[in-house]
């Protein structure tokens, strides 16, 4: 599975629970990870955006994604 990580360059700080957030991105990174696992085109990316004062941590992977069935 290709990891992309999308370069991200500013010298901006913010204060938060690192574990909390290690905690989630991995999370996501897993569920990604899940997704494509038996997929042909198979890779994850991980892109951090800025919007205004707040840091948007953005996963999106090659699945399918969520089945209809599932999205309220």
């Not at 938060?16 to 494509?36: F, S, W, Y």
Request: with cysteine.
């Amino acid at each position: 599975i290709e990891l992309r990580i999308k370069p991200y360059n500013t010298k901006k700080t913010f204060q938060c629970r690192p574990t909390q957030i290690l905690q989630i991105l991995v999370n996501l990174l897993n569920n990604a990870h899940d997704a494509v696992t038996k997929l042909n085109e198979r890779w994850v990316e991980l892109e951090i955006m800025e919007k205004g004062s707040e840091l948007i941590f953005n996963v999106t992977d090659s699945g399918n994604g969520i089945p209809d069935s599932v999205v309220q």
